[in-house]
């Protein structure tokens, strides 16, 4: 949904996102969050209205329509109030900071966001989404605006007390160095009995019916789901695989997963799967395909975790790719004005494109003989169960169903194709991009497809030479031609981490040269000399209400967590102990926070399981024998793996000095041979595959 571009533009004309400028022609005098906005704010002495929402937001959508677009609305609003509007996707610190304040003000938290600032950006009221008028025992948005604005007016000296207090509440859960826990003397690494109580935790929480961890609404948790696979990896527990299976069976079997085009939604309504909110984030998806492809080496019948996998990278390929080379951000919920409307069917008309012959078969298959599931109108496609079981109720082999439901699905996505798109935030982020690097990436290797590495390359390439300002540093977000904004930690991490697993797959060591460049601006820029750790912002950046810290897993992986990852990584193959010291103070200094809610910090818990050496990485040289090798590796089954890829002959003298894992490495006589390393110690070399699987075994 966009304003109405025939009223008079506000300031938001001349920003770069999509979702700032779906505002620019509202009534409402926006501003973007900067010196000029928060300088007047001061000057005429108002309170700030923050809203803080992003495209692919469907009640962002709703109070724009409802309120923003009001004439009487922005009338108040421009009187009153000095209006910012804020991109969550562009400021995650400004989201993170007021995100914290309207849970601590309201007692929960969502987009849109409305915040209500003192001049000095001191938060005094928050709430989420507004309805225009009371209901639902909400209150309307203008009796909002006209108490806050009488409030301001009578009783200021109070909500400027108020706004002092809630600000010392959000700098102590941002977690400032003063709030954590000092370092001793001596520094000791914690052990995996961690990664125990949080699987535990999650065997608590887990819906053994449909799968996920709490019930509605429900969230992917993919970073759950791999710390159960790693579990299994490291431990044997078979509780623990059946919850990552069986989570990601019922989700790819269900709503959330779109059945026609790949790819999965954000979230499910409901606590089956069935119907989502039908926004598709790439982050989402680049997070869940390491999850299916990890699960899928213990056991994958009929391949459908990895045919997931395959298919959400498909998805990518087909409808997120910046000309330029980069990744979109996200498809929205919405097309004509509503919720779902490009995804759902009827069944008559399912059966008019593939024919009655085959109404039997989409009844069972995609439950179209079922209810209507979406809203008592239309079906949202989700399937029974396994391709076996529907195969055998019809009386068809499981391949005379494949190639059937394949034939059925290439034409209702042409006929979707036909419909009113969902809007398209296509600006490209560094952060969510290192992300899909990574899970391109790791599926170019994991399914022998090349297109899904090139793609990764192609991104990886946008971001290192596209993603920079003048002074050489990292920025976070690019659209129409323009790059901007510095990058938080995020960016780094999730970049770093991206560039390591695509070295992985290449053997092309400048993308390891790059992820180590990042790495040395996070230790010089984002570093906590105080204690141990990253902050979520530079040290040359804005002065916010708080210096942000992300140490828990929320819908992306705690930024810390990911660096941890990288810096083990980088330990491992270029020998370097104050990298892995520096992990080390880190989960030193985390220990008695983590012990308290383990299942909060996934991603840290996977960065300590690698450190603890859950598995070897291994040298890879080209030669005869290749294949055999690579087919031992990828059957490995083992979360964690790395892969290093050196040329039969070596690598240069150069090479070998910034990377030592590599030095000396040389395939033996023209026969492809491995080194299986571990703690910078490598094994003999190996060139016969069932040697590779025991030593790979041990």
């Avoid at 603890?612 to 055999?628: F, N, R, S």
Wanted: with cysteine.
């Amino acid at each position: 949904m966009t304003s109405a571009p025939d009223r008079p533009a506000n300031q938001l004309v001349h920003e770069t996102s999509p979702y700032l400028l779906q505002h620019a022609h509202n009534p409402v005098d926006w501003h973007p969050w900067g010196a000029p906005a928060l300088a007047r704010a001061e000057t005429e002495d108002k309170p700030i209205f923050l809203s803080i929402g992003y495209a692919a937001c469907h009640w962002c959508h709703v109070m724009e329509h409802e309120s923003f677009e009001n004439e009487d609305v922005a009338a108040f609003l421009n009187q009153h109030f000095v209006c910012i509007k804020v991109d969550r996707e562009e400021r995650p610190d400004l989201d993170d900071i007021y995100m914290k304040a309207t849970q601590v003000l309201s007692g929960q938290g969502g987009w849109p966001m409305s915040v209500f600032l003192t001049p000095q950006r001191l938060p005094f009221y928050a709430g989420t989404y507004f309805p225009p008028t009371q209901r639902h025992g909400m209150p309307g948005f203008m009796q909002v605006l006209s108490s806050l604005a009488g409030l301001w007016e009578r009783q200021r000296e109070q909500l400027v007390e108020q706004a002092g207090k809630v600000a010392a509440q959000v700098r102590q859960l941002s977690l400032q160095s003063e709030h954590l826990p000092a370092l001793g003397p001596s520094v000791t690494r914690p052990g995996l009995e961690l990664v125990d109580a949080a699987v535990a935790q999650l065997a608590n929480l887990f819906d053994a019916r449909w799968g996920g961890f709490g019930g509605a609404p429900k969230f992917p948790h993919a970073d759950d789901i791999r710390l159960c696979t790693w579990q299994h990896a490291a431990t044997g527990d078979p509780q623990a695989l059946h919850m990552a299976r069986h989570t990601l069976q019922c989700m790819l079997r269900g709503g959330i997963f779109d059945q026609l085009g790949g790819g999965f939604a954000r979230y499910s309504v409901d606590g089956e799967w069935t119907i989502p909110h039908f926004e598709k984030m790439l982050y989402d998806n680049a997070l869940l395909v390491p999850a299916l492809l990890e699960t899928a080496a213990f056991g994958d019948e009929g391949g459908e975790l990895a045919d997931a996998a395959r298919r959400t990278c498909e998805w990518v390929l087909a409808e997120m790719v910046d000309p330029a080379g980069g990744l979109w951000s996200t498809l929205d919920a919405d097309s004509e004005g509503h919720e779902g409307r490009f995804y759902v069917w009827q069944r008559d008309e399912v059966l008019q494109l593939v024919g009655k012959q085959h109404a039997a078969l989409v009844d069972d298959y995609w439950e179209l003989g079922k209810p209507e599931n979406f809203e008592g109108i239309a079906w949202n496609l989700r399937r029974p169960g396994p391709d076996a079981e529907v195969a055998e109720r019809l009386g068809l082999s499981v391949d005379e169903l494949s190639s059937t439901v394949l034939e059925l699905r290439a034409k209702l996505l042409a006929a979707r194709a036909g419909r009113v798109r969902p809007g398209t935030d296509d600006k490209v982020l560094t952060a969510w991009n290192g992300l899909m690097i990574s899970a391109l990436a790791r599926a170019g290797v994991a399914l022998d497809e090349p297109r899904f590495t090139a793609a990764a390359r192609d991104a990886a390439r946008f971001c290192l030479e596209t993603l920079r300002g003048d002074d050489g540093r990292l920025l976070s977000t690019y659209r129409a031609g323009r790059a901007r904004l510095p990058a938080h930690l995020a960016d780094h991490a999730y970049l770093a981490a991206g560039l390591l697993d695509l070295f992985e797959a290449t053997g092309e060591v400048s993308w390891a040269d790059a992820a180590l460049a990042l790495v040395d601006d996070v230790r010089a820029h984002f570093a906590d000399a105080e204690r141990a750790g990253f902050f979520f912002t530079a040290d040359d950046a804005e002065e916010l209400l708080a210096r942000p810290r992300d140490l828990t897993d929320g819908a992306l992986p705690s930024s810390n967590g990911v660096m941890a990852e990288v810096l083990v990584r980088l330990g491992e193959t270029t020998g370097r102990a104050d990298l892995i010291d520096e992990v080390d103070r880190l989960f030193a200094m985390l220990q008695p926070i983590l012990a308290g809610s383990p299942s909060a910090f996934a991603r840290l818990l996977l960065a300590l399981s690698r450190a603890q050496g859950a598995a070897p990485t291994v040298v890879l040289g080209a030669g005869a024998g290749l294949v055999e090798l690579q087919r031992v590796l990828r059957d490995a089954a083992r979360p964690g793996l790395s892969v290093l890829r050196v040329p039969a002959e070596g690598v240069a003298n150069d090479v070998a000095a910034r990377w030592p894992i590599l030095a000396g490495k040389r395939s033996e006589g023209a026969q492809a041979t491995a080194w299986v390393c571990r703690h910078g110690t490598c094994q003999a070399p190996i060139t016969d595959a069932g040697v590779l699987e025991a030593a790979l075994a041990s």
